[in-house]
């Protein structure tokens, strides 16, 4: 007898519908709708009311932020630093080889630090890297950014929806029918066989396409990199000249105006920096008001700077003269800066932000697929993926910085580094590792070990661990695990497996799996991987009793199958944050991605068929 659509599978497949049209239309924050789900479960008892935030307290969300403050502590200890002064021996300027090189590492990272923390903490050094062998950044970002999707299903260490699936598995085993056998859990390396094959089959497939599918474009932009200031900025924005002083005098209009009346006239500069009495500072912020004798940083071509002097009675200066150490290039000047998708400052216009004021930061210019937006900065409201073209001291951006709002692509001096404590990083990161291998301990309570240990002997500090953690991370993970706890115990799960199978009839086992990957990949395209894997885990596991399948293999294809993310550059934050570096457009995704997920598809299947049969 086959099973009804009670009214709580009704409510379970609204909480999952509204969950889905939430997380791709944007209208509410990931985060927001989250929680929202797991209020409405508690109060409508889906799941024991005590059980209702438990996820805040499970091993997946606790091991999750343990290896984000341990990704932290590798990056302050200088480890990526260390691994760029290593590509560029290795790969000795040949850009086939510096790709091959830069494609391993990555992946090797992969196995270790969760994407989207390892894209940020990758795109700086492969910036440098770009920039030392003069390779176009376009040909090395978006290779590096797939290789970290292959890679990441090779340990349960770094992929949040591996971490995921044991939580789902123990909740699938309470309500597993009588009879059936208990699903086991996923060690650490039980994936490591698959891991490792996507892994190589990424790096080889970008040694020997990435010329074919990612050729030189004749654009500008793309054929010159961060590392040349002078030049990549003027060709790519239009943001170029001279630095100049201008010092007001006791004649000019400008006197009694903010820096903001002075940007809206007529052939303004860029105003940098701002010196009134003895007080110097960068990125004046708009309600600045200029003062007889105050002496004015500006960027701008040499006839403007001229013409803009004459106009406003101002003295003009091309030596910086009283404004020259903080113009020093080893202390401050241009880089670029990716909006990540978890940044507070998405939906928010530059001028709502107050960098200056905040941070001591100029926006320049914003950046947008093909669009570059200079006029009216203030304006623009800000999306995931949009690079910001800044000028500040690099203490203060590195400052800035680290709340994670954005992610600095220019490789810019970093003050804060510790290598001193490169051996205490490495090692507790090591110990953390042998404690899940090797003993019975949760991974959550190995990884947690690891961590402390970092925060014990100084590789971090508290403060520093707080902003390692992305929170939105945590909170869409912790609180869409009781969605899955709820199609599990409602009989959801069970209910859509026997459609499934109503449908398909007497399909084989690879056409169902098939269908769970594939549909698992869809909806990762458009929703979070962990949000694909809370829904479509339950499903595939169902099916599998149903069918006779092992549930273990069913499982495992759904999750690995969540990062096969590779069409869209929505589809990832980390491809997200490449997209405006490298310059990618739609149509690149798709020409790379379309090849690269029918691969991988068809490897995750058939090494997981292989490893369980």
Request: glycine share 8%; proline share 5%.
């Amino acid at each position: 007898m086959g099973l009804s659509l009670t009214p709580e599978m009704i409510l379970v497949l609204g909480l999952v519908g509204f969950t889905m049209l939430m997380l791709v239309l944007e209208w509410i924050r990931a985060d927001m709708v989250a929680l929202l789900v797991v209020v409405v479960i508690g109060l409508t008892g889906l799941i024991p009311s005590d059980r209702v935030f438990n996820g805040f307290a499970g091993n997946a969300v606790i091991a999750i932020i343990a290896i984000m403050i341990m990704g932290a502590g590798l990056d302050r200890a200088g480890v990526l630093g260390l691994t760029a002064n290593f590509v560029m021996r290795m790969a000795r300027g040949v850009e086939s080889r510096l790709g091959v090189v830069i494609n391993l590492v990555t992946s090797l990272f992969s196995a270790v630090i969760p994407s989207q923390a390892l894209a940020a903490l990758m795109i700086p050094v492969t910036s440098r890297l770009a920039a030392r062998t003069g390779v176009p950044l376009s040909r090395l970002l978006l290779p590096m950014a797939f290789c970290i999707l292959t890679a990441t299903n090779t340990t349960l260490i770094a992929n949040s929806p591996l971490i995921v699936l044991n939580d789902l598995i123990a909740s699938a085993n309470a309500n597993l029918p009588p009879g059936a056998h208990t699903i086991p859990k996923f060690g650490l390396f039980s994936v490591t066989p698959i891991g490792l094959a996507l892994a190589l089959f990424g790096v080889l497939f970008f040694y020997l396409f990435t010329s074919r599918l990612l050729p030189e474009r004749e654009d500008e932009r793309l054929k010159v990199t961060p590392g040349r200031t002078e030049s990549y900025f003027a060709d790519t924005y239009g943001i170029g000249g001279e630095t100049a002083e201008l010092t007001v005098t006791a004649e000019s209009p400008l006197v009694g105006m903010s820096i903001g009346e002075v940007e809206q006239l007529y052939g303004a500069p860029l105003i940098l920096a701002i010196k009134s009495g003895t007080e110097a500072r960068m990125a004046p912020p708009v309600d600045h008001v200029i003062w007889v004798g105050s002496v004015l940083g500006v960027l701008g071509p040499r006839e403007q700077l001229g013409q803009f002097a004459n106009n406003q009675l101002c003295k003009l200066s091309p030596r910086m003269r009283q404004l020259g150490e903080l113009f020093n290039p080893s202390r401050a000047g241009i880089s670029e800066a990716v909006i990540p998708p978890s940044s507070r400052f998405i939906k928010q216009t530059v001028g709502e932000l107050r960098l200056r004021k905040r941070h001591g930061i100029s926006v320049l210019a914003v950046n947008r697929g093909d669009q570059v937006f200079r006029d009216d900065v203030r304006a623009v409201s800000l999306r995931a993926g949009d690079t910001l073209v800044l000028h500040s001291s690099w203490r203060d951006l590195a400052l800035a910085s680290e709340d994670k709002d954005l992610v600095v692509v220019t490789d810019i001096p970093k003050e804060e580094q510790r290598p001193g404590k490169i051996w205490q990083a490495v090692g507790f990161f090591v110990l953390a590792k042998c404690l899940a291998l090797f003993t019975h301990l949760d991974l959550s309570v190995a990884m947690m070990t690891g961590a402390i240990g970092m925060l014990l002997t100084g590789v971090l500090n508290m403060d520093e661990a707080y902003k390692a953690i992305n929170w939105k991370t945590i909170f869409v993970t912790a609180c869409l695990i009781p969605l899955g706890w709820s199609m599990d115990a409602t009989g959801t799960a069970a209910w859509l497996a026997q459609e499934v199978l109503q449908h398909l009839g007497n399909a084989s086992p690879y056409v169902l799996q098939l269908s769970l990957a594939i549909l698992t990949l869809l909806f990762s395209q458009v929703m979070s991987n962990v949000g694909a894997t809370v829904m479509m885990v339950p499903i595939a596991i169902s099916v599998a009793v149903a069918t006779g399948g092992n549930p273990s293999a069913y499982a495992l294809i759904v999750a690995v199958s969540s990062s096969n993310t590779f069409l869209l550059s929505s589809g990832h934050p980390a491809l997200m944050m490449v997209a405006g570096p490298g310059g990618y457009r739609g149509k690149d995704f798709l020409r790379v991605g379309l090849p690269l997920t029918a691969m991988v598809l068809l490897i995750t299947l058939v090494a997981i068929n292989l490893m369980f049969r």
